[in-house]
């Protein structure tokens, strides 16, 4: 559950950077802050729900 913790984190950061890069408007940092936000967002919420399943 802690790396669920550690992922759920990084992907809070991630999404943070993608709305400051946003306002930057540096699109291509936004792609890549986007992109770990999906995927580590992803794992994290599929880690803390697999074991309910």
């Known amino acids: 559950m802690e790396l669920a913790i550690i992922f759920l984190v990084i992907a809070i950061l991630c999404a943070v950077a993608v709305l400051r890069e946003l306002k930057t408007k540096n699109f291509f940092a936004v792609a890549f802050a986007g992109a770990s936000t ?8 599929m880690t803390i729900f697999s074991p309910l399943f």
């Open 38 to 45: 999906l995927v580590f967002g992803w794992f994290s919420v």
